[in-house]
């Protein structure tokens, strides 16, 4: 059996919304990241992984997006060494404040371009990797 995880790539300016992942996380704690979290079962199940991501971004930064676009999908082994199915999907900002709604999951909010990213020692290879395709994708619907 899989988690199935979704995250959000929201790009505002030319920067992505990247948080903080706070250092109470079980995975990745301390690491910047995309948003989003796992699907549960009391997500509705139209549009589950659309619905999903729209609950956690509510949820964890108090925001609405919509365009769900998808762009990438990958699996990996969980610390726990569960299988996870991870789903990324370009969106675009509707509205709400941004902030943290909880610092045992958020630690701090930032809007950073694809090279800061890159660049920045707290990203990990994954979260790279994830960036450089919303970057790509974003790029070719430009063309």
Not at 110 to 133: C, F, G, N, R, S
Request: charged fraction near 30%; glycine fraction near 6%; hydrophobic fraction near 40%.
């Amino acid at each position: 059996m899989f988690v199935v995880n979704v995250e959000a790539a929201i790009n505002k300016n030319g920067k992505w919304l990247i948080i903080r992942r706070s250092e109470k996380e079980k995975h990745a704690a301390g690491l910047l990241s995309l948003v989003g979290g796992k699907v549960d079962q009391t997500d509705r199940s139209e549009n589950v992984l659309e619905n999903a991501l729209k609950r956690e971004l509510a949820e964890e930064l108090n925001i609405k997006v919509f365009e769900f676009s998808y762009v990438k999908s990958e699996s990996f082994v969980a610390g726990s060494g569960g299988m996870v199915i991870d789903i990324v999907f370009f969106c675009h900002y509707k509205s709400g404040e941004l902030k943290a709604m909880s610092q045992d999951e958020v630690a701090d909010i930032y809007w950073m371009t694809t090279k800061e990213v890159l660049e920045h020692p707290k990203a990990p290879d994954y979260l790279k990797a994830q960036i450089e395709a919303v970057d790509q994708w974003a790029k070719d619907r430009k063309k």
